[in-house]
C-alpha cells in the first residue's frame, strides 16, 4: 500500500464550483447521478489530466458537456486525459450504481435496520460517486433523493418535496467528507432555536419509532451548544434547520455532516431508565462536539487529512470548554486529563506514537486517535495559556474572519496568533510536530530567602523521530505556606530550554510548591515528593487539580511499593483520602474522583516508565488489596455516607445530582469489601434510575457476587439493544483474570452476539483488552482471542477492527513472554490473507 505524504501536497487541478447529485435509493442498486461544474484551478499546474477518485462503483455513464466520454477506470478512480477537457468551465455527468446493503465496512452508503445512511469522513463519498474526494475541494451542494421511504435528508436546506422525492440545497460551500444522507422511517423529536443573528431555525432529532423518548436530553444539550458557541466565540448557526439522526451501525461516535449530523444512537439517545450519569454527560459533549465543528471544522475545514488536528483538536478543546462552563471545570479537567493519560500518553509511548500532525500515512482512518483529538486540544490549552485569554478571544476572531470558507493548515492557525500577540511560535510549532510526551523534572532548593525551581525537560525518541529539541513548557505554578496559606497564586513559568531555573524571592518560610497546576502542559512530571508532602497537598492545595493529583500520585506510589516489593498500604494515603472522603466542603463528584484508585494498566505505564516489568497478576491483587484497605479504614462512616449521597425526588442528570451518585458508588464499592455486597445489592433493588442499578451490578460482579441481579438485569433489558451492550460489557470487565476469557467465549456465542455490529463487538472485545489482568493472563488466551476476533471482522469492517488492535500497543512493557505472545498475535494478523490496508498499517507498525 501506498504512503501519503504531507510534503507531497499539491493542489487539485481543477475547482468544484458546484454538485448537483440525484440519488435513486435501492439496496442493491442504488443509482447515483453526479453533475459536477468545474473548471480549471488557477492555482494549479496547467494542462492536467482530470483524476476522480471513486471505489466499488459500477460506471454507467459519463459525459462532458452532455456529450459522451470514454474515462480511463482503475481500482481507486477515473482519469479523464486533458485532450477530451474543454478549456472553459464544463459539466462533467456519472452516473454509477451502488449496493448499500452489502457495506458492512459502514463508510459511504450503507444501511442499518432498513434505514440508508452515509459515513464520508474521511474518504468515504469516494464509495458514493466518481468525486475528487479530498478536503480542499470545496463545492456548494444540490441533492435530490428518489425514496418511497418517509424520512428523506441530506445536508443544508429543505427546498421541495413531494410523493417519493425531496430536495435540498447546501448554501455553504464544503469538503465531500461533509455529505451526509439519511432516509427511512423516522420520527422527529423537534425544537427550536432562534440565532443571535434573529435566524429562525428549527431543530430535529431523528430516530426510529420507538426511540421518541430519549431525545430530549439530546435537544437540550444542542440548544446549550448553540447559545454558547454565540456567547463565547461569537459563532451563531447558518442554515435554517439543524438536524441530527440516530443510527445503530455506526463505527465512530457521530458525524458533524453540514446541517445533518449522524450519531451513533449510543451518543445520543438517553433516558434516566436507560442511561448512566456519565452517558448523559458524553451525550451533551459530544452533541456539542458536533455542533461546534460547524465553524471549527465545516466553515473553516482542513486542507489535507494531515491537518485533522487543525479542526479536532481545537473542536476537543472547545466542547471541554463547553463542558466545563456547564458542570465543573475541577472535575471536568481531572476527567479530560485521566483519559488523556491512559489513552493518549500510552499511544504516545509506544510503537504507534505520531505527532499531532502526523507527515505520513497509509490509511488516513488509523489516526483518528487520541493524540490528534486529545493531544490536539491540550496544544491549544497551552497556546491559550502562553497568550492569555484576551488574545486566545482575539486571535480566534482573527481566524473565522481570515479563513471562512477555506481549507486551512497549522501553519494559517498559528500565523493568526502570531499576528494577534507578535509571538515568535516556531519553538511552539514543535507540539504538532514532533511525537512523544515530554518528561519534566523538577528540583528544588531553598537559600537565603529565595526559592528556586529548577526543570528538565526530555523529550525521548519515537518512531522516526530519534532527536528532538527542547519544547516551550508552560509550567503554571503556586506556591503554600506551610500553614496552606497561598503566597504566591498561581502563575505560568514558560521553559523553553532543557535545563532553566525560575527563583522566587521574599519568602519568609520555605513554601511548598504547587507544580503544573491545572495540568498546564501534557508532560510527565519527574518530581521526588516526601509523602507527607503529598498528603499536605492533598489537603490544602488551592488549585484543585493538584489538590486531586497529589493524591493520585501518593497512590501511585504506594501502589507501586505494594506490588514491587508487598509493602502495606502507607497511612499518609489511607488518612488523607479519608479527609476528602467525609469533607463535606467537597463537591462529591471530586470526593469520588480522589476515591477512584488509579488503573492496573495505568500501573503497569508507571512501572514500566520507572525501569521495571510490570506483573498484571501482581498489580491486580495490589490494587484490591489496597481498594480494601482503604474500605477497612473508612469503614465505619461509610453507610452514613452512602446514605447522605442518596439523591431524593425525581432523577435528574445534572452534575451536582450526578456528582452524588458517584460518590454514592464510590462508597458502596468500598462497602462490598466489607459486607459482602449487601448494601450494593439493596441499591440495586431500589434504584429507579441506570447509574444506580448498573453501578451496583458493577459493584456486586466485581466482587464475585450478582448472579440473581445479572439475570435480573437481562430479564428486563433483553430488548433494549443499548442497555443489553451494558450487560455484555460488564461481565467481562468484571471477570476474574482467569475467567475472562471463558466469559468472551460464552458470551460471543450467543446469537444476540451480532458482532458486525460495531457496538456489540466493541461491548465485549473492547471490554476484554480494557480487562487488564485478564487480556494480560500468563496463558495468552486473551490475546489469542482477540487475535482471533480482529481476523474476522477486518473483512467486514477494516475501520473497527484496526482500531482495536491497539490493545496491542502495549507490549514493549511486558515480559519476553508476554511480548512474544502479543508480537505472535500480531504476526498471526499480519498473515491473514486479504488482509486490509487498515488493519496491515496498524499491525505492521505495532510490530515496527
Ligand atoms: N466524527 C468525528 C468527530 O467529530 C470525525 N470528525 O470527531
Ligand atoms: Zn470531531
Known sequence: PRTIRLADYQPYSHLVERVELTFRLHPTATRVRAALHMAANPAARAGQDLRLDGEGLRLISCAIDGRAVQPIL??????????????????????????????????????????????????????????????????????????????????????????????????????????????????????????????????????????????????EALKASMAWDERVYGRAYDLDV???????????????????????????????????????????????????????????????????????????????QFSGDLRSHAVKRIEDVLMLRARQFREDGGPLAHPVRPDSFVEINNFYTATVYEKGAEVIGMLKRLVGDADYARALDLYFDRHDGQAATIEDWLKVFEDTTGRE???????????????????????????????????????????????????????????????????????????????????????????????????????VVPAAERAFLLAHDTDPFNRWEAGRSLAKEVLARMILDGAAPSADLLDGLRRIAFDEGLDPAFRALALRLPGEDDMAATLHAAGHVPDPARIYAARRALHLALAEHLGPRLPALEEACRVPGAFSPDAAAAGKRALRLASLSLLARLDGGAAARAAY?????????????????????????????????????LVLEKWFAVQVSAAAPDKVADVVRKLTQRADFDWKNPNRFRAVIGALSGNHAGFHHASGEGYA????????????NPQTAARMSTAFESWPRYDADRQAMMRGALQRIMAAPGLSRDLSEMAGRMLG
Open 785 to 796: 482471542l482477540l487475535a482471533d476476533w480482529l481476523i474476522t471482522l477486518d473483512p467486514k
Open 242 to 320: 439543524f438536524n441530527i439522526v440516530a443510527v445503530d451501525d455506526f463505527n465512530m461516535g457521530a458525524m458533524e455532516n453540514k446541517g445533518l449530523n449522524i450519531f451513533n444512537s449510543k451518543a445520543v439517545l438517553a433516558s434516566p431508565e436507560t442511561a448512566t450519569d456519565d452517558d448523559f454527560a458524553r451525550v451533551e459533549a459530544i452533541i456539542a462536539h458536533e455542533y461546534f465543528h460547524n465553524w471549527t471544522g465545516n466553515r473553516i475545514t482542513c486542507r489535507d487529512w494531515f491537518q485533522l488536528c487543525l479542526k479536532e483538536g481545537l473542536t476537543v478543546f472547545r466542547d471541554q
Open 685 to 721: 433493588r431500589a434504584a429507579d434510575n441506570m447509574t444506580e442499578s448498573f453501578g451496583s451490578l458493577a459493584i456486586l460482579l466485581d466482587i464475585g457476587a450478582g448472579e440473581s441481579e445479572l439475570a435480573d438485569f437481562a430479564a428486563k433489558w433483553q430488548q433494549d439493544r
Open 74 to 219: 482503475d481500482a481507486t478512480g477515473l482519469t479523464l486525459a486533458v485532450g477530451v477537457l474543454p478549456a472553459q468551465p464544463f459539466v462533467l455527468e456519472t452516473e454509477v450504481e451502488i449496493a448499500p446493503e452489502g457495506n458492512t465496512a459502514l463508510e459511504g452508503l450503507y444501511m442499518s435496520k432498513g434505514m440508508y445512511c452515509t459515513q464520508c469522513e474521511a474518504e468515504g463519498f469516494r464509495k458514493i460517486t466518481y468525486y475528487p474526494d479530498r478536503p480542499d475541494v470545496m463545492a456548494r451542494f444540490h441533492v435530490r433523493i428518489e425514496s418511497d421511504l418517509p424520512v428523506l435528508l441530506s445536508n443544508g436546506n429543505p427546498v421541495g418535496q413531494g410523493a417519493g422525492w425531496a430536495e435540498w440545497d447546501d448554501p455553504w460551500p464544503k469538503p465531500s467528507y461533509l455529505f451526509a444522507l439519511v432516509a427511512g422511517d423516522l420520527r422527529a423529536h423537534p425544537g427550536d432555536f432562534t440565532t443571535m443573528e434573529g435566524r429562525a431555525v428549527s431543530l430535529n432529532i431523528w430516530v426510529r419509532p420507538g426511540d421518541e423518548g430519549r431525545c430530549a436530553w439530546g435537544m
Open 425 to 527: 511560535l516556531s519553538q511552539f510549532k514543535r507540539w504538532y510536530t514532533e511525537a512523544g510526551t515530554p518528561r519534566l523534572s523538577v528540583t528544588e532548593d531553598w537559600a537565603d530567602g529565595v526559592f528556586t525551581l529548577t526543570f528538565g525537560q526530555v523529550n525521548p525518541p519515537t518512531p522516526g523521530q530519534p532527536q528532538k529539541a527542547a519544547k516551550v513548557i508552560p509550567v503554571a505554578v503556586g506556591l503554600l505556606n506551610p500553614n496552606g496559606d497561598e503566597v504566591v497564586p498561581t502563575m505560568v513559568l514558560e521553559v523553553t530550554e532543557e535545563r532553566q531555573s525560575f527563583a522566587f524571592k521574599g519568602l519568609a518560610t520555605r513554601p511548598v510548591a504547587s507544580i503544573l497546576r491545572g495540568f498546564s502542559a501534557p508532560v510527565l512530571l519527574e518530581r
